[in-house]
C-alpha cells in the first residue's frame, strides 16, 4: 500500500481532516434542513452509526438559519452545503456553520465572494470546493473530463488564495470511477489540501456501495483521501456503514465487528449461511473492533481464519471455538453460537 | 487506467480466460456435488444470472463421479475443485470436468502427481493453482505474507512446467486486502499465466461485497486479473452480481441495468428512495446493458446524469424525462415512473 499522501490538516469543528489524521467517515441528511426536529433526529441517528461530520442542504435562508437551532442538539461538526448565493453563505457562518460546501466560482459578483471568503476567514470556517463531473462550466470539450475537473477546481482555489484564504478542502466526483480515480490523482500533483473522496449519484444501496468501494477503495490504496463519502440513495447511515467497511477492507480503520466467513461449499456440512447471518445480526451493532470467523470446516478452518479474534467451525454435528487460530474447546453444533457469543463477551470485557 | 496485463490465453470448455479476453465471471456451488440434481439446479440458477463458469467441491469419489451426470444437464464448463487426493482428480477428469483447481505441491508422491498431469495434459484440461493465505505450507514466518503465497504458488507451478505442463492458472487469495494486491502484483512479474481474483473467506454478502470490491477493483484498475470470483457466505449468485457490479464500475463489462442515482438530500422534493427502489425492483434482471437515471432535482439532473441512456428527474410535483442528457418531455411526478419504463421499452425495442 502506498504511504499516504501528506496533505495539509483542517479543522472542522472537533475533527482534524488530512495532515496525518484517521480518514474521517461522513454523511449528508435527506431531510428537510428547516424541519429542525427531524434533521436533528436524523443526526443524532448518524452520530449513533459513527458519522463523524454531517453535512445538510441550504436551499433557502430559512434551511440556513436552521443551522442555529441544529447546532444545539447535535455533536458532530455541521457542513452547510450551498449553491450560487452568497447570502445563504453569509446566514449559514453567522447560523456557526463547521464548514461550508461552495464553488466560488459560481457566484457572479466579486464584491459577494469577497464577503463571503472575509466572514468565513474571520470564523477561522473552512470551505469545501466541491466539482462533480455532471455540472462542469462550458469549456474545451476534446479535453479529458478528468482534466476539466481539476481545472475548475483550480480556478475555485484561486478564487480563495487570491484573497489569503487557505482553509481549503477539495473534492472531484465523477459517477465514472476511472475518470474520478484520474482526477484526484492529477490533482495531487498540484495542491496538498485535503481531499474528501466520493463517487456521485453512486446509485442504491446494493450497487452503490460496490461502486464507491472500488473507486474510493482504487484511491485509498494509492494513499490519496482524508474524509470520504460515500452516496447512496437510501438510508444515510448505510453510507456511514459501507464507508468504514471500505476504510476496515484497507486496514485504515477499526470499528465495530470484521466478519470472516467462508463461502459455504459442497465440504460444508453445516448451515453456514445461516450461522453467519445469526452471528452478524447479533454482533452488527457492536462498536469496538473484533474480528470473529464462522467457518464450515473443522480442520482447516482455525488455520484459515488465523487473523480472527475468535471463531467458530463446524462439521458433522460437532464444532470447535478457537481463538487466534489455536482450539480452544469442541462441542456439540447446536452450541456453537452460544459458544461464540459467551467468548464474544467475555473477550469485550477483558480488554 | 492501466493496461491490461498481457496474460496468456487458456480455453476452459468454450470460455477464453486471458489473452485479452474480457475478464470471466464464475461462481461456486454450495450445494452437496453427489446430489446431482440440486447441484444441476443451482448451476442452472447461476447460468441464468451471467455465471460464465462454475466450481464444485470434490471430497470424495462419488462426487467426482457425479460431474459426468452434472455435465450432461448444465451449459456452462464445470471446473472440479480438489484437494490432496490424486485420485479424485484423475476421476474428475475421466468424468469431463472441464478444469482442476489442484495444488500439486500437496499431493506427496511424485508418481501420483505426474499420473494426474498427464491425464489433464491428454484431454487438454487446465489446472488451477490456488493458493491461499490461511493454508501456507509452513516456511519462514519472518517473510511477508505475500511472497510466501508467492513461492508456494511457484512452486507448484514448477511441479506442473516440470511435466510440460503450461496450461496454468494462478490465484492467490487471501482476507486481507492488501495481502493479496502484494501477491498478484509479485505474481505478475514471474510468470503470464491468466490471473483467477478473489479475495478468501470475504463474509457475508453485506460486508463482503464492499471487501471483494476493494480488493478485485484495485487489482483490475491496475490491468490484473483475468476471471473473477467473489467469495460470499450466502447465495452463490450473489457472487455473479457483484462481480458484475464491480466490472461495470470499471467499465470492463456491461450488463443490465447500470442506474444512476443521486442520493437524496434536503433539497429533493420528491419520493427519490422509493421511486429509485421501484426502478431498481423492475429491471434488476434485465441482461442489456442500459443505463439508467433517477435524480431528484430538474434542473442539474439531466446534466448531472449526461451519461445515462434514459433517466427521470423530479420535484415540486413535476418532473421530466430526459434521454442523454435532453429534456424529452415535461409530465406529472406520478407519471414519471410509467414513462420511464416505456421509453426503457422503445429503447430495448429500437436496439
Do not use: W
Not at 457492536?286 to 467457518?295: F, N, S
Request: with cysteine; glycine share 10%.
Amino acid at each position: 500500500m502506498t504511504r499516504r499522501r501528506a496533505s495539509r490538516p483542517l479543522q472542522i469543528g472537533n475533527v482534524t481532516i488530512g495532515g496525518g489524521a484517521p480518514v474521517v467517515v461522513q454523511s449528508m441528511t435527506n431531510t428537510d434542513t428547516r424541519d429542525v426536529a427531524a434533521t436533528v433526529e436524523q443526526i443524532r441517528r448518524l452520530q449513533e452509526c459513527g458519522c463523524q461530520i454531517v453535512r445538510v442542504a441550504v436551499p433557502d435562508i430559512r434551511a440556513a438559519r436552521a443551522i442555529a437551532a441544529i447546532k444545539r442538539d447535535i455533536a458532530v461538526p455541521l457542513v452547510a452545503d450551498i449553491h450560487f448565493d452568497y447570502r445563504l453563505a453569509l446566514a449559514a457562518l453567522e447560523a456557526g456553520a463547521d464548514a461550508l460546501r461552495l464553488n466560488p466560482g459560481n457566484i457572479r459578483q466579486k464584491a459577494q465572494v469577497s464577503s463571503v471568503v472575509r466572514a468565513a476567514r474571520e470564523r477561522g470556517t473552512p470551505i469545501r470546493i466541491g466539482v462533480n463531473a455532471g455540472s462542469l462550466p462550458p469549456g474545451d470539450d476534446s479535453q479529458p473530463v478528468a482534466q476539466r475537473m481539476v481545472e475548475a477546481a483550480l480556478g475555485h482555489i484561486r478564487i480563495l488564495e487570491d484573497q489569503d484564504f487557505d482553509l481549503i478542502k477539495v473534492s472531484l466526483k465523477a459517477f465514472d470511477v476511472p475518470t474520478t480515480v484520474e482526477a484526484y490523482r492529477l490533482m495531487a500533483e498540484k495542491v496538498n489540501y485535503p481531499f474528501h473522496l466520493g463517487i456521485t449519484e453512486a446509485g442504491p444501496p446494493r450497487t452503490g456501495s460496490i461502486r464507491s468501494a472500488v473507486g474510493l477503495g482504487i484511491l485509498l490504496y494509492e494513499g490519496l483521501g482524508d474524509t470520504i463519502r460515500v452516496s447512496l440513495t437510501g438510508d444515510p447511515c448505510d453510507e456511514v456503514t459501507v464507508g468504514y467497511e471500505i476504510l476496515k477492507a484497507l486496514g485504515l480503520r477499526e470499528k465495530g465487528l470484521t466478519l470472516i466467513s467462508c463461502p459455504s461449499c459442497g465440504r460444508v456440512e453445516i448451515d453456514l449461511v445461516g450461522l453467519t447471518q445469526r452471528v452478524e445480526e447479533r454482533l452488527m451493532s457492536m462498536d469496538r473492533p473484533l474480528k470473529v470467523a464462522v467457518m464450515g470446516c473443522v480442520v482447516n478452518g482455525p488455520g484459515e481464519a488465523r487473523e480472527a479474534d475468535v471463531g467458530i467451525a463446524g462439521g458433522r454435528g460437532k464444532g470447535i471455538l478457537f481463538r487466534k487460530g489455536q482450539v480452544v474447546k469442541t462441542l456439540p453444533e447446536k452450541d456453537l453460537f452460544n459458544a461464540l457469543m459467551a467468548e464474544v463477551e467475555s473477550l469485550l470485557t477483558d480488554q
